[in-house]
């Protein structure tokens, strides 16, 4: 994955097609929402049965699941330019992911976590997230390339795995994944030919939304790479004409993905950046698939 991480990815903005419904778990409304396209109309209005009913009051519904003041079900994209989604992949730890919400905190910004499968006493950070405002995706329970790329239905159900453990433990129902070695990976192709193009269509078909990254921090090239590389990588890459979704990680292992956080985001802030927490509106950057 590591090496994957880095390779000259074609990117394609192919969320121009914003979901009519903000899914109620995410349940939070610092999305602007100045811009509408013809796609919410075109797009089919399928309401999954998950998602709570239109006009749902704020808190909990009744199937213990957090919504958002309007219950969500409402059409809206956001504008994109100058924006920066920070991404974390592989938490929670106990260490780096904690000290990585402090921060956050202390700038009032939003970011997303793509988490993997955590043991019980992660729980309090993961109800942490939900409470400061940010989106948890799933990564997904296991990261092990040839347990999950091994079949389409064993992606899935890695998926589904953690999704589930997270609703009962958070009453957090997460609906965007991203891949392990994103959606342009070749080290599936180990496991079963083809199976990206499948598996891209099949999460979008069955209800889920995917996010890749097109700002890569260099952080997955080895543990605790010098933060100012970090920063020097992302103050390169970040392009004020787009969405600029960060890739990141929150393991123990990754001291200096924290350490370069406060840079990334005085740089953004002083560059005119808004960050935003990934929503389902939000327009998937997505890589070109490889496999
Ligand atoms: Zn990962």
């Given at each position: 994955m590591r090496l994957l991480m880095c390779c000259g990815v074609i990117l394609v903005l192919?969320?121009?097609?914003?979901?009519?419904?903000?899914?109620?778990?995410?349940?939070?409304?610092?999305?602007?929402?100045?811009?509408?396209?013809?796609?919410?109309?075109?797009?089919?209005?399928?309401?999954?049965?998950?998602?709570?009913?239109?006009?749902?009051?704020?808190?909990?519904?009744?199937?213990?699941?957090?919504?958002?003041?309007?219950?969500?079900?409402?059409?809206?994209?956001?504008?994109?330019?100058?924006?920066?989604?920070?991404?974390?992949?592989?938490?929670?730890s106990m260490d780096v992911t904690p000290e990585i919400l402090d921060i956050l905190k202390q700038n009032n910004v939003k970011a997303t976590f793509f988490i993997l499968n955590y043991g019980e006493k992660s729980i309090p950070i993961l109800e942490r997230m939900v409470r400061e405002g940010h989106t948890i995706g799933i990564h997904g329970?296991?990261?092990?390339?040839?347990?999950?790329?091994?079949s389409e239905d064993a992606f899935m159900d890695n998926v589904q795995k953690l999704h589930d453990k997270l609703l009962k433990d958070v009453g957090y129902d997460a609906r965007?994944?991203?891949?392990?070695?994103?959606?342009?990976?070749?080290?599936?192709?180990?496991?079963?030919?083809g199976i990206m193009k499948?598996?891209?269509k099949r999460l979008e078909k069955e209800g889920w939304k995917y996010l890749d990254w097109n700002v890569s921090t260099g952080d997955a090239e080895g543990d605790n790479i010098p933060s100012g590389h970090l920063l020097k990588a992302v103050k390169k890459e970040l392009d004020p004409e787009r969405s600029n979704v960060i890739l990141l990680h929150d393991t123990s292992a990754k001291q200096s993905s924290a350490d370069a956080l406060q840079g990334i985001i005085d740089f953004g802030i002083e560059n005119g950046?808004?960050?935003r927490p990934v929503t389902e509106s939000t327009m998937m950057v997505h890589h070109k698939v490889n496999n």
């Open positions: 192919s969320g121009l097609f914003a979901a009519p419904e903000i899914r109620a778990a995410l349940g939070r409304r610092q999305i602007q929402r100045d811009m509408k396209t013809e796609q919410d109309a075109a797009r089919p209005q399928s309401v999954p049965e998950r998602q709570v009913a239109e006009g749902a009051a704020a808190g909990v519904n009744d199937k213990g699941i957090l919504v958002g003041e309007s219950g969500a079900v409402e059409p809206e994209v956001v504008r994109e330019k100058k924006t920066i989604y920070l991404t974390f992949d592989d938490g929670p329970y296991s990261h092990d390339y040839a347990e999950i790329y091994a965007i994944v991203r891949f392990p070695g994103g959606s342009s990976n070749t080290i599936s192709e180990k496991y079963e030919k499948k598996l891209t950046y808004t960050f």
